[in-house]
Nanobody, 128 residues
């Protein structure tokens, strides 16, 4: 079982930046997708970005492309989300997620139902 713990959320004004972290433990970090999702009150959980851990190939949602960047420190089993030029509509609970062991060909993996393991979330609030 993969255990995930997010950190780095907080409050920031529009145009600011935050970096979220997700520490993974409990299982092998390689050969799976790691992802960030977000969910605002009353809205469906939204995929933000993912990375295939073996090799580090990434995908980003159109809504955040050019502003957010998913990265990892493979040796530390840590996932990051660098968020720049934040907007009020980015306000949400941000969740780290991981699939089970899988191959790269299972992309794009943009649905929350495709992820087996979840952190408890970290709140990001962006004020105008």
């Amino acid at each position: 079982q993969v255990q995930l713990v997010e950190s780095g959320g907080g409050s920031v004004q529009a145009g600011g930046s935050l970096r979220l972290s997700c520490q993974a433990s409990g299982s092998i970090y390689s050969d799976r997708f790691m992802a960030w999702f977000r969910q605002a009150p009353g809205k469906k959980r939204e995929w933000v970005a993912n990375i295939y851990t073996t090799g580090g190939v990434t995908l980003h949602a159109d809504s955040v492309k050019g502003r957010f960047t998913i990265t990892q420190d493979y040796a530390k089993n840590t996932l990051y989300l660098q968020m720049n030029t934040l907007k009020p509509e980015d306000t949400a609970m941000y969740y780290c997620a991981a699939t089970g062991l899988t191959g790269f060909g299972s992309r794009p993996l943009r649905s929350s139902t495709q992820y087996n393991y979840w952190g408890q979330g970290t709140q990001v609030t962006v004020s105008s």
